[in-house]
């Protein structure tokens, strides 16, 4: 049944001319079938360097608008419309531009994680491969940073910058999971093993870690580190099957099981099916908002490599 709706699956693409980007996060069975997997950056330039029609987009709400922001000829299809970011609600455009009215002088760097409309609003958009690039970047020595509280915490320690973070605790629930007790008794069980978390995670977490990386810097870091053949991984757990595929010689522990993002894991088989077959949902931004973000993701571009 699974061998047969996958063989639907790969009929339908060669039709109509058809990718499937997934996001390091997804169901491993949706990885699987993808043609790229990647974090929110990567899955942006390959929107933008595929000469496929449509674009079965296999993340939450922002990354797809991202896509089609930068894309805006191609078709970006979400199997599921309901895989909406809540860090992403987490900075309303109104919000925004009250912080911007008491801090006219600070530039405004948003994590790529955020609404269309804030991201209108921005100066710069960063990843949380970027971040400390990003805002060292940036023309004011203060710098408004949204929506995520712990990547704030991250780019500060590169940056002699004043960094506010709006909102003021904003926060990725899914990371949140993971707690110091969490990487305490991980440590325990796995004295050898090297730790590396996202920096989503909050301050204790990303101060007792060996590495803090993107979810594709993770990936690169455990392929490439020598002499390390077991590592504790502090992220939302589906980078645990591209880890294990890719890196099959070593060994990873998730610091926490429960750190799971249910709206990762809304994109299953039968729904990309379905949104092979009728090209919808689609994913439309507006115009003039599209047009505005575009401008700040592309200074992102322009700054980082
Ligand atoms: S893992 Fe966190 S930041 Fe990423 S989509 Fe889920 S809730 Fe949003």
Redesign the pocket.
């Known amino acids: 049944m699974r061998e047969e709706l996958i063989e639907k699956i790969e009929q339908l693409k060669r039709k109509k001319n058809a990718i499937i980007l997934a996001h390091n ?1 997804q169901r491993p069975e949706v990885q699987d079938i993808a043609e790229f997997i990647g974090d929110s950056l990567e899955l942006a330039r390959k929107a933008m360097a595929t000469s496929a029609d449509i674009i079965i987009f296999c ?2 709400d922002f990354m797809a608008e991202t896509a089609a922001i930068m894309n805006p000829d191609k078709k970006i299809v979400i199997p599921d419309v309901g895989a909406i ?4 609600q987490q900075l309303p455009a109104e919000d925004l531009l009250a912080a911007k009215r008491e801090h006219p002088d600070a530039e405004v760097v948003l994590y790529v ?1 955020t609404l269309a409309e804030s991201k209108a609003i921005a100066d710069c958009i960063c990843t949380s491969a970027n971040a400390q690039e990003i805002v060292n970047a940036m023309d004011t020595p203060t710098v408004l940073f949204g929506p ?1 509280r712990n990547l704030a915490y991250h780019a500060q320690k590169t940056t002699t910058k004043t960094i506010i973070p709006v909102p003021e605790h904003g926060l ?4 949140h999971q993971i707690v110091l007790n969490d990487l305490i008794t991980a440590k325990r069980a796995h004295p050898d093993a090297k730790v590396i978390v996202h920096p ?1 995670c909050i301050p204790a977490v990303q101060d007792s870690a060996d590495y803090i990386a993107s979810t594709s810097g993770m990936v690169k870091i455990c392929k490439e580190a020598e002499a390390v053949d077991e590592l504790l991984i502090g992220t ?1 757990i589906g980078l645990l099957h591209r880890l294990e595929k890719e890196a099959p010689e070593k060994r990873f522990y998730p610091i926490s099981t429960t750190a799971v ?1 249910p ?2 894991k809304m994109h299953t088989l039968e729904n990309i099916e379905a949104a092979l077959e009728n090209e919808k949902p689609e994913v439309v931004v507006p115009s003039e908002t599209a047009r505005k973000a575009r401008k700040a993701i592309e200074r992102m571009l322009e700054i980082s490599h």
């Open positions: 996060y993340g939450v970011c809540p860090m992403a994680n995520d990725c629930p899914s990371h989503e939302e993002c709206q990762m």
